[in-house]
């Protein structure tokens, strides 16, 4: 079946515009993580949605960025008034399960490159 | 806190030599720690995770919580392995298995 996708794959915006990045999980996938990696660095933690329950934003940067996720299915992430430090790659990535269960091996979408002007 | 560090951000071996991309560790808790590749123009995808232990593509990492490393190792290189490699680590105290990653190395492998 198909993989994690995302769109767009590149998105330039001028400093102070808002941007929505969406993800699509693998169907039946109820984990689902946002990731972002700035050039040269490895990928940090933003969110976790894991089905119906609370979603884990300890690792949201600012408040000017949020993220949604409809039930089990696509995944919004929003970035509000833009700055340059937001330029990186932004990656979802899904899992049957999450938590520390066998089933838990993450599969990540092809990203999206996101830069601010 | 919990932190992954791959001291070597470039790794350059000669076809057929045996090669060691190393990661060290510092979690208080008990990690579960993986390696993740990205071959050019492809996504990230998972290599291999310690609680399998079990060998992909000819490359073995054992844990060592002594050293807290978790060492990425192959006897024989192939030119197919040039990639990005990322260790990762997951600890039972945070949500959902969320990674930490290190800042990756990039494996060339030269003919």
């Known amino acids: 079946g198909a993989g994690v996708s995302q769109s767009p794959s590149n998105k330039v915006t001028e400093k102070g515009k808002d941007v929505e990045l969406r993800c699509d999980p693998i169907s039946g996938h109820t984990a689902l993580y946002w990731y972002r990696q700035r050039l040269g660095q490895g990928l940090e933690f933003l969110i976790y949605?894991?089905?119906?329950?609370?979603?884990?934003k300890s690792g949201l940067p600012s408040d000017r960025f949020s993220a949604e996720r409809t039930g089990e299915s696509v995944s919004t992430l929003t970035i509000q008034r833009t700055q340059q430090e937001d330029s990186a790659v932004y990656l979802c990535a899904s899992s049957l399960v999450g938590g520390r269960a066998g089933r838990n091996e993450q599969f990540f979408g092809p990203g999206t490159r996101l830069t601010v002007l | 806190a919990q932190r992954v560090t791959q001291p070597e951000k470039l790794l350059s071996v000669f076809k057929g030599a045996p090669v060691e991309l190393k990661c060290n560790y510092s979690y208080s808790g008990s990690p579960e720690l993986f390696w993740y590749v990205q071959y050019s123009r492809q996504r990230l995808q998972l290599l291999l995770r310690h609680i399998s232990r079990e060998s992909i593509k000819g490359f073995t990492a054992d844990l060592n919580k002594g050293e807290t490393s978790f060492h990425l190792k192959k006897p024989f290189a192939q030119e197919e392995d040039s990639a990005m490699y990322y260790c990762?680590?997951?600890?039972?105290?945070?949500?959902?298995?969320?990674?930490?990653f290190g800042e990756g190395t990039q494996l060339t492998v030269n003919p």
């Open positions: 990762a680590l997951s600890g039972a105290e945070t949500s959902g298995s969320r990674l930490t």
């Open positions: 949605f894991q089905g119906n329950s609370a979603p884990d």
